[in-house]
């Protein structure tokens, strides 16, 4: 589906939403003047509205992830179409930067979000000049202050130039967030950055990996791959079509180096062996981009066409009759430079990769909302058409055994809520086993690296007694989770792997060869690798669990390392773990609102069926609808719930933070011997252990909210469905028993006035399946 087809689509769609509209709010106005309150189409009403909605406001993301100084800020300037986010040799991405698009007469601003405050800070107004300037002056605050006003985000309202003649893209967002070098040149919550990554992948339309052309080999680059794809190699594989790969700064390239194509296809073995299956790669000179649109535009200062100039007109130079050499005005080459730069080719592999799949789900949804409402007025139409031809004695009957079936209708659907709130509590239960999981393996990790300590304290040492680290203590367990019967018969059989997934996390355990011996060797050498033979005899080692060191200045180092050590470890442990659980949790979810959809479905079913036999007339399938626009993901909801906890407890960020990758900080305690400091490992253990609970609890109690609030609005959703459209029929019939007692002498106009409403509607009607056709010829 290109984006003029999605724009097409969503022109046709909102504008005959539109017309529905209209249409129905002027039959309400004409009950309304004949004393019919119309109650019964209140709820039609609101659905078309909310289809409306949804098509004006729905947001979507494109992830930009990538290596310090592979040019991603430039990159970004290029789809934006103006330099706003700085580009300098420190990393620039503090936390997650949004640039979402505004119209092209609203003022940009800079909003800087801070945990905890409902409304952002303003933190400038005006021309993206302005803009850029406070930007990077407030996040190199941010970054030597370490970040004292709990700043979670950074949003830029600008237009941008990639989608400016999409209407229907008017919620597309870019999401700047910080690559693996950038998280550990900041100095608050680092890990934080990591989880962002995270949830990129498992939330935006698309995701654009920057490779810098020079370095894409680079350590860096490897990190962020190994971070992305841990434990997740079976997700890329379902989420490939929306992952790109740009090969930036190929105006770099000499005569000397090797072709760009050549690069490409090493570039692509290299992703391969990363577990990227069939990677899609673009070429691109996002300088070139940018700097071509700014010239186009007739925006560009003097250092800006200077720099074109000097960089890459020269490209495009010819030669006279004479052999003289003529290089064209940058204005002249701009459209080429542009066009070689190759970012119009990636905005609209972009745009279309968000039109063929979000966007297309948008449609289809959006159409599904706005069709069932139309055919809810039909089959009100045709209602009072049947009920007017009737015999008023024998509609009366057929009424009042409407109200028992009826009732009898809303019975089931709370034996439904009976049956979802089962299934919830074993939800819930799964989780909270994934969490214990999580604690499980992370206490025996850390475990494992002190008794590594204590081995090498024994060998090292003779008078201390000897000890082995065991292996084998990080050896998982071969129990699943338990999701129970119950989610299984409804088709949750993939999330028996879960737990065995969640082992996969530990199993990989510490990375890159590190260790705890190995870091406290290097902080305190002369504790752990004394050059004075007499060192051991002076401090009479006996224990090897507990480290005593000669100064203070050494007992320091080792307190500072083994948080240094313990704190990220416990960290991105947690991540991998929520990771898992908010994939798997959403799949299952997903599942359980199906069951929840067709079981009430059924319900409907049953009801339509009876009154199309009552009523001698063929009514419409009343479709219980989960439309991708209302269906929030776990991790919006975490999200909120995490800003409840902090505007009720009051508290910072860095004091209570669940589902989130807050540092440790594990206060071991040595004690002053006099001639030695003492730090006993036992006690050290058990301060970590008891981080790892106090998570677990928290985590625990806001997972459960989580869960049952979106399972609750599942139900909900197809529980208000059902009831409007029990309650509509029953509004219709009220009302038509109102008109049959006092207008009976008007029957005649009374029908020829609906059948002209409803020769009107299946004007609309016919529309409707006419799109319905041409959208369902795009479907992905």
Request: with cysteine; net charge neutral.
């Amino acid at each position: 589906m290109s984006s003029q087809q999605f724009q097409s689509a969503h022109s046709s769609i909102y504008n005959l939403g539109t017309q529905l509209l209209k249409y129905l709010q002027e039959i309400r106005q004409d009950r309304l003047s004949e004393g019919d309150d119309t109650k019964g189409l209140e709820a039609v009403e609101a659905d078309i509205n909310t289809a409306l909605t949804a098509l004006k406001k729905q947001k979507y993301q494109v992830a930009v992830i990538a290596a310090m100084k592979a040019g991603k800020s430039t990159f970004l300037n290029s789809i934006i179409g103006v330099d706003v986010l700085a580009s300098e040799t420190a990393a620039c991405t503090i936390c997650r930067t949004d640039v979402l698009h505004i119209p092209a007469d609203q003022v940009p601003r800079l909003l800087e979000y801070r945990a905890g405050e409902r409304k952002p800070v303003v933190i400038a107004e005006g021309n993206e000049g302005e803009i850029q300037q406070k930007f990077l002056v407030r996040t190199r605050k941010i970054r030597e202050t370490g970040n004292p006003d709990n700043t979670i985000r950074f949003e830029i309202e600008h237009p941008i130039e990639a989608i400016s003649g999409l209407s229907s893209l008017a919620g597309f967002t870019l999401v700047d967030t910080p690559g693996p070098n950038e998280w550990e040149s900041a100095q608050f919550n680092t890990v934080a950055l990591k989880q962002t990554a995270l949830e990129a992948l498992r939330n935006c339309n698309a995701i654009l990996f920057i490779l810098n052309y020079a370095s894409y080999k680079d350590n860096a680059v490897s990190d962020l791959f190994k971070d992305v794809i841990e434990n997740r190699k079976e997700i890329l594989e379902s989420e490939k079509g929306k992952i790109y790969f740009i090969l930036n700064k190929v105006d770099q390239k000499t005569e000397k180096d090797r072709e760009i194509q050549e690069v490409i296809q090493d570039l692509k073995r290299e992703l391969s062996n990363f577990g990227f299956p069939n990677p899609i790669i673009y070429p691109a000179s996002s300088r070139q981009g940018l700097l071509a649109k700014l010239i186009q535009q007739g925006k560009a200062t003097e250092s800006q066409i200077k720099d074109f100039k000097k960089f890459f007109s020269a490209r495009y130079a010819t030669e006279d009759e004479e052999g003289n050499q003529i290089i064209p005005a940058p204005r002249k080459i701009a459209p080429q430079a542009l066009i070689d730069s190759g970012i119009p080719t990636i905005q609209e592999t972009v745009i279309e990769t968000i039109t063929k799949n979000a966007g297309w789900n948008l449609l289809s949804d959006s159409l599904a909302k706005i069709d069932k409402a139309a055919k809810s007025i039909e089959d009100t139409l045709n209602t009072k058409i049947s009920g007017w031809e009737m015999d008023i004695l024998s509609l009366k009957q057929k009424i009042q055994e409407y109200r028992k079936r009826s009732d009898n209708a809303k019975k089931k659907v709370k034996d439904v809520k009976n049956s979802v709130d089962e299934q919830k509590q074993i939800l819930v239960n799964g989780f909270s086993q994934g969490i214990d999981l999580f604690a499980s393996g992370t206490k025996k990790q850390i475990q494992y690296q002190i008794d590594l300590i204590a081995e090498s304290q024994s060998v090292k040492f003779s008078t201390i007694k000897k000890v082995k680290a065991n292996p084998s203590l990080l050896a998982t367990s071969d129990k699943n989770i338990d999701w129970g019967d119950a989610i299984a018969d409804f088709g949750g059989s993939i999330l028996g792997l879960f737990s065995k997934s969640l082992e996969n996390i530990f199993r990989v355990g510490v990375k890159g060869g590190a260790s705890l011996i190995k870091s406290l060797t290097e902080s305190a050498p002369e504790v752990f690798n004394p050059s004075n033979s007499s060192y051991v005899e002076t401090l009479k080692l006996s224990d090897p669990y507990v480290i005593k060191a000669k100064n203070k200045k050494d007992a320091q180092n080792i307190n500072k390392t083994i948080n240094e050590f313990c704190s990220p470890l416990i960290q991105s442990f947690w991540l991998d773990t929520q990771d898992r659980l908010v994939r798997d949790g959403t799949n299952i979810r997903k599942q359980l609102a199906l069951k929840i959809q067709n079981d009430v479905q059924e319900i409907s079913n049953e009801l339509s069926d009876y009154l199309d036999e009552a009523l001698q007339v063929e009514l419409n399938v009343n479709p219980i609808q989960f439309p991708s626009f209302e269906f929030k993901g776990i991790d919006a909801n975490i999200r909120k719930q995490q800003e409840i906890f902090k505007r009720t407890e009051q508290k910072l960020v860095t004091e209570k933070n669940c589902c989130s990758s807050k540092s440790y900080y594990v206060p071991h305690e040595y004690e002053d011997k006099q001639d030695f400091y003492e730090i006993n490992l036992y006690q050290t253990a058990q301060v970590i252990n008891s981080k790892i609970d106090e998570q677990v609890a928290r985590n625990k109690e806001l997972l459960q909210r989580v869960i049952e609030k979106q399972i609750a609005e599942d139900f909900r959703s197809a529980e208000k469905q059902i009831s409007d459209y029990i309650n509509k029929f029953q509004e219709d019939f009220d009302s038509l028993l109102k008109e049959r007692e006092t207008k009976e002498a008007e029957s005649e106009t009374i029908i020829s006035t609906l059948n002209l409403q409803k020769k009107k509607l299946n004007e609309y009607l016919q529309e409707l399946r006419s799109i319905r056709q041409s959208l369902n010829t795009w479907k992905p």
